[in-house]
């Protein structure tokens, strides 16, 4: 099954940005759904940003028009770009992946999905 590795966190100031990295190995090419999630201390892991079955993006109400989830097939690595940064998205970050494609309705649920990565760290002070 696929290995995955993120990479990208930092700490930065509000109203910056990061961008992170997964980087996958074990890739076969076929269609794997894949996705962003995060966990802040003591809150349940969330959602953050994924793709549909064809292509088009999806993300949580929180981080819509701040974040942007791409790919790149050719190198096996999925990115989360994150502008305006603020202080709520302090969290661990994980990718995730999952060997056949979710439903719209799945993409952000935690639970639908049985591979993650170890998780990044973004910080964002005020």
């Known amino acids: 099954q696929v290995q995955l590795v993120e990479s990208g966190g930092g700490s930065v100031q509000a109203g910056g940005s990061l961008r992170l990295s997964c980087a996958a190995s074990g890739y076969t090419g076929s269609p794997y759904s894949m996705g962003w999630f995060r966990q802040a201390p003591g809150k349940e892991r969330e959602g953050v940003a994924a793709?549909?079955?064809?292509?088009?993006?999806t993300s949580a109400d929180s981080v819509k028009g701040r974040f942007t989830i791409s790919r790149d097939n050719a190198k096996n690595t999925l990115y989360l770009q994150m502008n305006s940064l603020k202080p709520e998205d302090k969290a661990m970050y994980y990718c995730a992946a999952q060997s056949y494609y979710l439903t719209d309705w799945d993409l952000l649920v935690p639970l639908r999905y049985n591979n993650w990565g170890q998780g990044t760290q973004v910080t964002v002070s005020s």
């Open positions: 793709f549909t079955r064809d292509g088009i993006t």
